[in-house]
């Protein structure tokens, strides 16, 4: 099998990344340590994941932070609303959970649409609908907190701290959804045709390639995983409000092009992207380890440990093409 | 001399406001000052920009720096609460700060400033010195639940009275911001007789929109939480400026040194301090003025 | 028993009619050839046929009944496959992902064997070795042209369209080629073929349709015509002699290139241009021509000792090449050559910006520029104001010449200079490159067309796998003999 | 001379924009506040002008606004500093704005180059250069606010408030930078050649255009911009902080794009940028006029416009395509 040399240059990034931490600290590859680092990369994994899609067929997506806000506040008032009705049981979970996807649905629906039907600009459309979902968010909220019912949460907790052994649920979800993308990218006609479309979406067309509809779905999948990201954190923070996600969008698109992929399109990679996603939660867990310094320049640190990922990787890359 | 070293963490917001800016810099120096003081205690800081990151700083203190205390001022009370109370259920002592947990008898200390108390003198202060019939702009913060106590008691105060609350917009505790809001107010009310800022950060903004549109003489403003600047000012009897509303970034210095004589003296630190809002007037702003505070 | 057919058909872009009432018949089991200047329609044709373009009048008739495409695929689904002039591959894509896309083979998954082996076999057919995993963008100019007729023979098509399929392609390869389109004809397939190579449309046409203007202006079957009856159909009016007189190269070296080698594709070339002189280098594809030229202009890493008008010359950028005197026409028009989507003017000027104005560009001087550049060249452009990609391919070949030629080199390297120009242009870009000879210019040529060397070129280098692998003068041109050293077969009978 | 209907649309919805807030409130139009508008407008803008370069040449920077906040930061620590020995006056303000815009020439550089000699993605570079100055910033001010002194402050003031009538020092800057933007892009060497870059920068090198020498350009030439919006900035509020110039990048960006410079490169409309940065300063200015809605929603109907802005111009864009 050929190497490839996109997705090994991040690899050696992360593993620096894991000797590092491990000459830290010797907690740092403890099982509990381990755990919580999967579990909350699982978050913008599955956003991630979802992003690579979109990027790779040539968009773009900043709203998913103000998305999984916006879900999650919905689906945390449908569950409230519902209690008194369904009662404290796993009903009620799955109704909010029902809530969080269906409108990932929509809202992806809704960027994709605007994008490929108003052919309007993705960096547009969704800095637009960013400011939408952020702003209906607060209001739901009330400028405050939207919170879950405390039964509710408790009942609802071990979705994210529970699982397999020390393999949580929302490890389980990302490895899941991690292999189902390589799989779909790799080797689903959905994948092939998304590439196709990024790389050159005259030659899709031609190739009676329905380019706008593949586009639309890019969104919706997205959609649907910041849904199914979403019913991973409520039952974390049991909340959400006006500064949820705030970010998560930059954090994302980070992770994808981290990871190899072109950010204008033609060419995806999950598994880099999975990989893009470790670098950027072990570089927080990393300066947690330690106190390397001022707090104020952990922001400095991270910058550059992002900028070196890439150098690995692109150093590589220039000795090949040259 | 007791030998066993206890790490104490502390979980903050970082720095992105003139408060949070001044918290910061009391967490650090009280950090610096303390560790020096008692060597076998060791202290774990960080800073987290949402709340999901501040839930992972603390995961990360609990499984990798074994801290034995833990210090947090909740970025938001609700989405805290639950890891919070996981730390506490660990055996592990827990300091809460400012905003309270969603929960209550989490926490084995609770030091806090008074978010209503802050909006209520401020409210009472113009009650008490407007004249009937006068009108007032607010600038609020970044949209949150103690914004909104302190818009609430605000209100409530003035209640009643006939001063009339002619805008609340979002100033998002941002010079640049409250700059341009106040700005728009300016242009669009042609009467303001004065200005709750909220904040001293958005006071400067707002300050330098009134005079920019050279209507000093007009309106005064009150902001809040003691920046020494405006503490300045107020001492040196400026008119724009009449009295402010204590908020004192402080009060995490008092937390983190609270938690530490817990382990290093024998008295047990347990309950409640709320450090109440004070007035600022020019006759007691000297004892509230700070210069090397950055805040 | 025709297939498909215009009848009467009209095409315009905006105000400006390019086709006016064309009619055309393709029968199954004949190659019918369509030929023209660059910018007769030709290329519009082929797209109104394969549903890319619909007529502004007159309609398709498909098996007799009148019949309208919304689309390309649409057309494809009536087994209408075009080969476009300009490519249509997804280059980030490996070559069989391509031949195979929207109609992968395989379920849910993929099945990545079948098509490659699929893709294996179409290019075996074709006597290439381009590996079906290689990604597009990684393939030569002439490999991308293979895949793209492999793609299309992979379609199960009734009609086939292929608009100049063999202008990038070299000897061997259109051997192949040919080989295919014969298979094709014998199974019933309908073939509309354009080229420019007129020798190849007596080879292979049964019925070959002349188009001028837009304007059909004869038919005929095989035999009717001669090469030159159809150039002179073509163009209106007699050509005479094609390859202009050659001229009397001078002594002094204008060029001397010593120990030139380009890491991995070019070892160690040495060769002196003479002033006056026309330098031919031939060889395959893949022997390393364009890297050996694009090396010498600095495009390329490179090393080695250059001189120029015999001072020793330091080249590590196209700027420095410039300042030498050297300029480069590259053979990728598209890719290299040409912003698309810029108009005329801005590509014209764009190597030599700092002749037009000072601080401020002198846009008036661009437009005299452009001016003559189309009167020289011969560059019919229905308006000025175009985006340069939607010229017809060979005025855009013209334009890049007129581009290159701006400064007014010495020296100049050119790099499949007639790729998709029409026989009567040929001509005057022939004609020009001689006169530039005689002004004392120097030129070298690359060419993949054999007897283009041998016409033009004083002198003929040829290479193999990256190395000269001999010279040619005078009477000694000949195919047979370039084909030799290229092959890298010796002996007499081989 | 043909109508350009990428610049014509959003100058539709700018005009529309204008009556809406005259038809909401009669103080709209009032010298004051077109001032203010415009005037707050030149801090975006001047760096908008700057990103229509970059984005025409194929790139991207993230960074502008923490840029701007720690070019504020270290030109008032030099004008503190210098203070002393310089003593109250121009000259030290003058040692100010030249380290402003030094410094925006340094930090553009340190872009630049990471894009075009370390060979990274513009996106990466600039997000890591945007962790780095923002926390640099914040260092600086040990989390807090770094405030000129008070003299100079005074000193200072007129250049942001000051000018000829209602048209303030900002103003004359913003429409001076503009002008010669749209100069440099349409009739210079420089904005040809950004241009070809942008469309095709294989034909830009074959065309003996030294592509990465423009792209560094280009970012040099934002930082100098950042730079001088920074020597417009200082004298407003006399201070600089973490919380100074955050997410300036994206709305400089979505103004270069509203304005119709595709962000894929090749094409740049400095009228445009100009165009996009009202509009957006416009909405603003709007929402707090009139007393429309919760301003929880402000953000909404700010994203609702922007997106509508831009259909407008696309409408056109589609009917004109086949
Ligand atoms: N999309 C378009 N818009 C405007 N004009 C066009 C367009 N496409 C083609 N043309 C013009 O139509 C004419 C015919 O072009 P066409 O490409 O059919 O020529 P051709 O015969 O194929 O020439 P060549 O041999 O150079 O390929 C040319 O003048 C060309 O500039
Ligand atoms: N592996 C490769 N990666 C990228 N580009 C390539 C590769 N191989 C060839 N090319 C490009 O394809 C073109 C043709 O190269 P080739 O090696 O075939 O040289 P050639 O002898 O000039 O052949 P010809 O001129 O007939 O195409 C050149 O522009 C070269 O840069
Ligand atoms: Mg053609
Ligand atoms: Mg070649």
Redesign the pocket.
Known sequence: MKIDLHTLGPLVALVALVILGAALNSAFLAPANITNVLARSAFIGLIAVGMTFVITAGGLDLSVGSMAAFLAGIAIIAMNAALPTTGLNWGTILIGMGVAILGGVLAGYLNGALVTKARIEPFIVTLGTMSIFRSLVTWLADGGTLSLDYGLRTLYRPVYYGGIGWITWPIITFAIVAILGEWTMRHSRFGRHVEAIGSNDRVARYSAIDVNRMRLLTYVLLGVLVGLAVVLYVPRLGSASGSTGVLWELEAIAAVIIGGTALKGGRGRVWGTVVGVLILSLIDNILNLADLVSPYLNGAIQGVIIVLAVVLQREKRTAEER | QDAEKKIIGVSIPSATHGFMGGLNWHAQDTIKRLGAAYPNLEFVLSTAGDPAKQVNDIEDMMATRNIDALVVLPFESEPLTAPVKAVKDAGKFVTVVDRGLSQEGIEDLYVAGDNTAFGRVAGEYFRDTLPAGAKVVVLRGIPTTLDNERVDAFRAALEGSEVQILDMQHGNWNRDDAFAVMQDYLAKYPQIDAVWAADDDMAIGVLEAISAANRQDEMWVIGGAGMKEIVKRIMDGDKQLPVNVTYPPALISSAIEMTALNFVSNAPMTGRFIISSQLITPENAEQFYYPDSPF | MTVLALDNVS?S??P?E??HGVDLALEPGEVHA?I????????????ILGGF?DPTSGQILLDGEPVHFASGPEAEAQGIVVIH?EFNLASDLTVAANVFLGREIGGWRLDHAAMRDATAALLKRLDTRIDPDARIRDLSVPDRQMVEIAKALSRKARVLIM??PSAVLTHREVGALYAQIDRLRAEGVAILY?S?RLDEVAYLADRITV?RD?RVVRQALRGELTEDGMATAMVGRELQDFYPPKGQPGDQPALEVRGLTVPSRVRDVSFTLRRGEVLGIAGLVGSGRTELAEGLVGLRPSTGNIRVEGREVAIRSLRDAFAAGLAYLTEDRKEAGLLLDKGLRENLTLATLERFGGWRLDTRAEDAALERATREFDI????RD?PA?????????KLLLAKVMLPDPGIILIDEPTR???VGTKRQIYAFIRKLAAEGRSLIVISSEMTEVIGLADRVLVMREGRLAGELAGADMTEDSIVRLAMGVTGEAA
Chains 1, 4 share one sequence.
Do not use: Y
């Open positions: 095409k872009f905006g400006i390019v086709l369509l023209g200047e660059n910018g007769a329609g030709k290329s519009t044709i082929m797209k373009l002039q608009d100049e354009c420019h188009l837009g019919r452009a229905p308006r175009m990609g939607k010229l017809s391919g060979g005025n855009q070949q998709g120009i029409d």
